[in-house]
């Protein structure tokens, strides 16, 4: 199907792209809806390749390059990468090879997390490749090189968020599997450095208790978008004109992207288009 790129002459009116494999980066993009509403966004999520979490960097760096080229067609006028494990695999290579303002998810989380831990131990949850890259440690270290941080990747949260499954004993086994061990490291901050945990945000919290403060990298992200939008002057200053400020895209399974995306966003989800990314030319 041709689609219809509307061309914008005053970039501040220009869509923010967003991408993730799937649906977890819509916690992000429902960040972006609530804190920038004049902000129009295409999303990209890449339903017929994920999960992303325990495929290889150079598989995540050839999807996600892939995905970029098809946002810019769109005419977006930056990206964000609402992805933990694209933003820790592929943000770097993105930024030297593409001509756009891009961002991931990792640094704004590390950021607040390095600035509320008082003992200066984090923990961190996330996909195999999340946690296996080691990025977290490396952000955090250079903002402040007292800080240690634990690791721990929770695959099976993922599923069970897309399962719906947010309050359910099975999940609240699963949580204690994964994060007892967690527990009894002294923690006092956890990033939930994956889409989908915001998701399973309280049950985490009660495992956790309330001595450990989470951070969600998806609000500050947000709010490290707006700052940038600000920095290039390309902050949308018309809000709420277009028909469908959202649009979505996604490579397979559109039907089911719409209703989750529906039972999450505060907005209703009309128009998702599947595509095939190789018949876009990207
Ligand atoms: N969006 C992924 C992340 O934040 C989780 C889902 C997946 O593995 O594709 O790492």
């Not at 005053?10 to 992000?28: C, N, W, Y």
């Not at 721990?152 to 947010?166: D, Y």
Request: charged share 25%.
């Amino acid at each position: 199907m041709k689609m219809n790129v509307i061309e914008h002459t005053d970039r501040r009116e220009a869509p923010v792209g967003v991408f993730d494999s799937g649906i977890g980066g819509l916690t992000v993009a429902r960040e972006i809806m609530r804190n920038l509403p004049s902000e129009k966004i295409v999303y990209f999520g890449d339903t017929a390749r994920l999960p992303y979490g325990n495929k290889s960097k150079e598989t995540i760096i050839r999807f996600s390059r892939q995905i970029v080229r098809f946002l810019m067609k769109q005419d977006v006028k930056a990206i964000v990468i609402a992805c933990n494990t694209a933003s820790a695999f592929a943000l770097d290579t993105l930024k030297k090879e593409f001509d756009i303002p891009i961002i991931g998810v990792i640094d704004a989380g590390a950021e607040v997390a390095a600035s509320v831990t008082k003992n200066h131990r984090i923990g961190v949850i996330g996909t195999v490749g999340t946690i296996g890259s080691g990025i977290h440690a490396d952000y955090l270290h250079r903002l402040d090189p007292r800080i240690e941080v634990v690791g721990k990747a929770c695959p099976l949260f993922v599923p069970l968020a897309e399962e719906g499954w947010l309050n359910d004993p099975v999940t609240e086994a699963v949580a204690h599997r994964y994060l007892d061990d967690l527990k009894k490291k002294d923690i006092d901050t956890l990033i939930l450095g994956c889409t989908h945990y915001p998701l399973l945000r309280s049950l985490i919290g009660n495992v956790m208790g309330s001595h450990v403060r989470l951070v969600n990298p998806a609000y500050e992200t947000a709010l490290e978008l707006r700052n940038l939008l600000t920095e290039q002057d390309l902050l949308s200053k018309t809000p709420g004109e277009e028909e469908f400020p959202y649009r979505f895209f996604v490579s397979d399974l559109a039907e089911e992207f719409k209703k989750f995306a529906n039972s999450i966003l505060p907005y209703d989800v009309e128009m998702t288009q599947k595509i095939n990314l190789e018949d876009e030319g990207v």
